[in-house]
């Protein structure tokens, strides 16, 4: 590890701990959630080490790791007898509920193979996430509210970035994937902290922007796609630059470009092409298109991974529905690489995407308070799964339409057709 490596993976958990979950003294800070892995990889191992350290001098009270290993995830899958994929550690979904409700923080870890189960029975891999979702789902319940603060950041790692970086030594791809981290999160600058403070303030700027819009719904039009998607009346934009109920500021993502919402979950109308293939469930779905009636899909067609998806969006009533409407700027610095990352931290950053199934609900005013009965009456949706997928590209052009059924170019080629 040489002097410069240290200096900024030093400098991304100082990113992760103080920026990012902005860690409160006396938090308890469990890093590894278990939803859609198993936990920390374990060659996430030093970088954990620094996260604690950091966690630790901020006033931690406790740092609690779960690790994860994708090689005996595999191992469960080829020789677990049938029909056991369900069972899952409860102990795990205990630790994760009790983190929230003690008003703990929370870091997820991401740098898992995209391809680990992509020769698996689909039935079985959807078996075993929709356990996963089911017995994490009361804790999830406090992110929805945002009444925790909590971050999601990647690693490298050997299976991720072979993946990744085929054409690259396999002796150098973990170091390569490394050096990319630490470019899209601003970590090779000298005044990383100043970029991300203006970084910071231009999305709040957008959000402001389009908050006082108030549009009514929002139309995106590319190849492949021409999609209407109407928006709850006390709709907000945010972004992953967000704020705990009790007003503590938070980064839930780093990187980060986007602003989104949440779309009305009866709402959506037309069809739509994905941009960019979507790793999940240990596999990759690829050019896959959807259409949609009265915010519903109906019909789903794919050229890789069809029977996963199908899978995916018959997990539960709100998963064949939008949760939300995310915004990025196709001259993001993480578009301008023109590289897929198979990781959906990164790749949701670098186009316009959509996400299948639970909207947040701090996306509708007063959401943080409301009961899902409630929330769904406004047109929010609820489900288990919320996963993203991208759809943008320097071809599209999003509009708005306002109160009055006017349209005003909200997104014009890609990039933003307004100034903040």
């Known amino acids: 590890m040489d002097k410069e490596f240290k200096i900024r993976l030093d400098r991304y958990a100082e990113l992760t701990i103080n920026l990012g979950l902005n860690l409160q003294p006396k938090q308890r800070l469990l890093i590894g959630v278990p939803i ?31 690790w994860g290993d994708d090689d005996l995830l595999l191992t469960r899958f080829e020789n677990a007898q049938p029909g056991t994929l369900a069972e899952v550690s409860s102990w795990k979904a205990r630790a994760l509920l009790e983190i929230t409700q003690d008003g703990g923080a929370l870091l997820t870890v991401l740098g898992n193979d995209p391809d680990l189960l992509k020769d698996q029975d689909p039935d079985r891999v959807a078996q075993f996430q929709q356990a996963i979702l089911e017995s994490t ?46 470019k899209i999160c ?53 972004s992953a630059i967000m704020t705990r109920q009790d007003g503590l500021r ?3 993502n780093l990187p980060t470009e986007e602003i989104f919402t949440l779309p009305h979950k009866t709402k959506a109308e037309g069809y739509l092409r994905s941009s960019m293939p979507l790793s999940y469930g240990g596999a990759v779905i690829d050019d896959f298109r959807m259409t949609f009636e009265n915010g519903s899909v109906v019909e789903v067609q794919a050229k890789k991974g069809e029977t996963i998806l199908r ?12 949760g939300e409407i995310a915004l990025v700027s196709h001259n993001s610095p993480i578009a301008q690489m023109d590289h897929l990352f ?14 299948l199934g639970s909207a947040y609900k701090f996306s509708l005013d007063g959401g943080g308070f409301m009961s899902d009965e ?29 109160q009055e059924d006017a349209v005003e170019p909200v997104m014009r080629n890609g990039d933003w057709a307004f100034k903040v």
């Not at 001098?57 to 740092?63: D, E, I, N, T, Y």
């Not at 899978?311 to 009533?317: A, F, P, R, V």
């Not at 198979?342 to 996400?355: G, K, P, R, V």
Request: with cysteine; charged share 25%.
């Open 36 to 66: 859609y892995n198993t936990g920390v990889p374990l060659e996430a191992a030093a970088l954990v080490r620094l996260l604690a350290e950091k966690a630790y001098q901020k006033g931690a009270k406790l740092v609690d790791v779960i």
């Open 137 to 182: 789902d009361p804790a999830m319940e406090y992110v929805r509210r945002s009444t925790i603060n909590w971050s999601v950041i990647a690693v490298p790692t050997t299976g991720w970035a072979t993946k990744v970086l085929p054409d690259i030594h396999p002796e150098q791809r973990v170091s390569f994937l490394w050096e990319k981290i630490f």
């Open 186 to 238: 601003r970590l090779n600058q000298e005044n990383y902290w100043d970029a991300w403070e203006d970084h910071s303030r231009q999305i709040d700027a957008r959000c402001a922007y389009l908050n006082g819009k108030r549009y009514s719904g929002l139309r995106f039009t590319a190849p492949g796609t021409d999609i209407w998607i109407g928006l709850p009346s006390s709709h907000i934009w945010g």
């Open 250 to 252: 938070y980064i839930a």
């Open 311 to 322: 899978k995916l969006i018959e997990t539960d009533e709100g998963s064949r529905r939008l």
């Open 342 to 355: 198979y990781n959906i931290l990164i790749d949701e950053n670098a186009a316009t995407h959509f996400a």
């Open 374 to 402: 409630e929330f769904k009456a406004l047109g929010g949706n609820r489900s288990l799964v919320h996963i993203d997928f991208m759809i943008g590209s320097e071809q599209m052009d999003v509009d708005g339409i306002t």
